[in-house]
């Protein structure tokens, strides 16, 4: 029996393609580059998709989680509760801030930053939370926003892995100060190179960061503080626009073929997170097993691509190692026992069919 490879991810364009080609011929007649119409467009399309106040777009989730510490007044001596399990991106802009990174345990279910971690790490330097909707599962955003007002402290939503997502029907984003988006192409909402965007509803703030991503510019020539360039240019901005009349129906999909995963794994011998909102919006579909590396080679020789996210927890990154003693022993034994399994829109359900029967026939961490 023969079967093509099934790939982790394929960013080929598929249904948008006409869109795409045009949203990029579009950029190209007009002649220009950066700060045109097509980033206002978008600013204006996506801040009413995500029903956030204001979207402003950046180069970078890193450099929009960046900008919104650095416009929160938040750097040196400052302190940043964030989780343990994430993309490193996370911790590393808080470091680019000059701020430190201190790193909660995360919810052994949710597998997002634990609330009750972080209140037992709450001390006079702290200054923000910072959670992240992890595979597109919303975190515990009301009870961190509990936390944060008891404490006067400013809540930012890392919601890179998490386009369109909800936390109690409410769209994430919107609980906190700000929130920051990527556009990295693997991301729920990709572009064709880096991108990324933050969102708020305090236009004082969005004002700030407006003029932190442009040199620090107020007007024309004018330029009010140090600051470096972060832009969206306007051909990822007109093709992220060409995109985003899809998402709904893309997030759609996810969820479907993340059912169907679901359906086909009980009783198996991998273990499932569970799904505990459903505003999840499956960005990964992770599952657990003690013998990870054996599955990942069993799945592999029938052609079947898988990822891990994440291999190693924050706190153990060289990059923290002068900031960061805090034991999160929960992150750290889900990071030796995740795989993420094929998930995308244009993954159809025979080959999600096909993933369930290799798994299906694993013999398990015991006997493999
Ligand atoms: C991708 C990602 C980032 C970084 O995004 P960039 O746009 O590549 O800077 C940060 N946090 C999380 C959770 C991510 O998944």
Same mark, same amino acid.
């Given at each position: 029996?023969?079967?093509?490879?099934?790939?982790?991810?394929?960013?080929?364009?598929?249904?948008?393609?006409?869109?795409?080609?045009?949203?990029?011929?579009?950029?190209?007649?007009?002649?220009?580059?950066?700060?045109?119409?097509?980033?206002?467009?978008?600013?204006?399309?996506?801040?009413?998709?995500?029903?956030?106040?204001?979207?402003?777009?950046?180069?970078?989730?890193?450099?929009?989680?960046?900008?919104?510490?650095?416009?929160?007044?938040?750097?040196?001596?400052?302190?940043?509760?964030?989780?343990?399990?994430?993309?490193?991106?996370?911790?590393?802009?808080?470091?680019?801030?000059?701020?430190?990174?201190?790193?909660?345990?995360?919810?052994?279910?949710?597998?997002?930053?634990?609330?009750?971690?972080?209140?037992?790490?709450?001390?006079?330097?702290?200054?923000?939370?910072?959670?992240?909707?992890?595979?597109?599962?919303?975190?515990?955003?009301?009870?961190?926003?509990?936390?944060?007002?008891?404490?006067?402290?400013?809540?930012?939503?890392?919601?890179?892995?998490?386009?369109?997502?909800?936390?109690?029907?409410?769209?994430?984003?919107?609980?906190?100060?700000?929130?920051?988006?990527?556009?990295?192409?693997?991301?729920?909402?990709?572009?064709?190179?880096?991108?990324?965007?933050?969102?708020?509803?305090?236009?004082?703030?969005?004002?700030?960061?407006?003029?932190?991503?442009?040199?620090?510019?107020?007007?024309?020539?004018?330029?009010?503080?140090?600051?470096?360039?972060?832009?969206?240019?306007?051909?990822?901005?007109?093709?992220?626009?060409?995109?985003?009349?899809?998402?709904?129906?893309? #997030?759609?999909? +996810?969820? !479907? &073929?993340?059912?169907?995963? $679901? =359906?086909?794994?009980?009783?198996?011998? @991998?273990?499932? %997170?569970?799904?505990?909102?459903?505003?999840?919006?499956?960005?990964?579909?992770?599952?657990? #097993?003690?013998? +990870?590396? !054996? &599955?990942?080679?069993?799945? $592999? =020789?029938?052609?079947?691509?898988?990822? @891990?996210?994440? %291999?190693?927890?924050?706190?153990?990154?060289?990059?923290?190692?002068?900031?960061?003693?805090?034991?999160?022993?929960?992150?750290?034994?889900?990071?030796?026992?995740?795989?993420?399994?094929?998930?995308?829109?244009?993954?159809?359900?025979?080959?999600?069919?096909?993933?369930?029967?290799?798994?299906?026939?694993?013999?398990?961490?015991?006997?493999?």
């Amino acid at each position: 029996m023969t079967s093509s490879p099934i790939p982790w991810v394929d960013l080929r364009p598929g249904e948008d393609r006409a869109a795409v080609d045009a949203a990029i011929r579009r950029v190209l007649d007009r002649g220009w580059y950066v700060l045109g119409p097509e980033v206002d467009a978008f600013e204006t399309e996506f801040a009413q998709a995500t029903s956030s106040g204001q979207t402003i777009a950046v180069a970078s989730s890193t450099d929009a989680l960046t900008l919104i510490l650095r416009a929160l007044g938040i750097g040196p001596g400052d302190e940043v509760i964030t989780t343990a399990l994430s993309a490193v991106y996370t911790a590393q802009a808080v470091m680019m801030a000059g701020a430190r990174p201190v790193f909660a345990d995360i919810d052994p279910e949710r597998l997002t930053l634990d609330p009750t971690a972080v209140a037992t790490l709450v001390g006079p330097r702290t200054a923000a939370v910072m959670p992240v909707h992890l595979y597109g599962q919303p975190a515990d955003v009301t009870a961190l926003r509990t936390l944060t007002q008891l404490h006067g402290l400013a809540l930012i939503e890392d919601c890179c892995q998490a386009h369109l997502a909800t936390c109690d029907g409410v769209p994430i984003g919107m609980t906190g100060e700000a929130a920051a988006y990527s556009f990295y192409p693997t991301k729920n909402l990709g572009a064709l190179g880096d991108g990324g965007a933050v969102c708020t509803g305090n236009a004082e703030l969005a004002a700030w960061i407006r003029r932190l991503r442009n040199g620090g510019q107020t007007e024309r020539n004018h330029h009010t503080e140090p600051a470096s360039h972060s832009r969206l240019d306007e051909l990822q901005a007109a093709v992220l626009r060409a995109r985003l009349p899809h998402l709904r129906d893309w #997030t759609t999909r +996810r969820r !479907a &073929l993340a059912g169907r995963y $679901r =359906a086909g794994l009980v009783g198996s011998v @991998v273990s499932v %997170p569970p799904e505990l909102d459903a505003g999840h919006v499956y960005h990964l579909f992770p599952i657990r #097993t003690a013998a +990870r590396d !054996a &599955l990942r080679a069993h799945l $592999r =020789a029938q052609d079947i691509d898988t990822l @891990v996210h994440f %291999p190693v927890p924050m706190p153990a990154q060289p990059a923290f190692a002068s900031v960061s003693p805090q034991p999160c022993p929960l992150a750290d034994a889900v990071c030796g026992e995740l795989v993420s399994l094929p998930l995308y829109p244009g993954l159809d359900d025979r080959a999600v069919d096909r993933v369930l029967a290799a798994v299906a026939d694993w013999p398990g961490p015991d006997r493999d």
